[in-house]
């Protein structure tokens, strides 16, 4: 059974970084084509913030291009989100997803306040 687990969420002040993580487990890890994260505020549609691909592409939604980074980390099973530059307005719920034989698989979600 595939599974994904965040990691990292909480309360960080505005300019501030914060890094989240995400463990998988469940597949071979090579198996995953694709990794993500998205993020979701309340009463909006969920959105891709960053994406990469089994050979290091990576993809960013433009506001945050800059300032996040996206890694993945096979030794360790994991997709990382390097976060710097927090904005108040990016306090959201972020949710890690991997796309395996086209099948897309999703975590919880954590929570990400950021504070003025």
């Known amino acids: 059974q595939v599974q994904l687990v965040e990691s990292g969420g909480g309360l960080v002040q505005t300019g501030m970084s914060l890094r989240l993580s995400c463990a998988v487990s469940g597949t071979i890890f090579s198996y995953i084509t694709v990794m993500g994260w998205y993020r979701q505020a309340p009463g909006k549609q969920r959105e891709l913030v960053a994406a990469i691909t089994t050979g290091g592409g990576t993809n960013y939604a433009d506001s945050v291009k800059g300032r996040f980074t996206i890694s993945r980390n096979n030794a360790k099973n994991t997709v990382n989100l390097e976060m710097n530059s927090r904005r108040p307005r990016e306090t959201d719920v972020y949710y890690c997803?991997?796309?395996?034989?086209?099948?897309?698989?999703w975590g919880q979600g954590t929570q990400v306040n950021v504070s003025p």
């Open positions: 997803t991997i796309r395996r034989f086209a099948h897309d698989y």
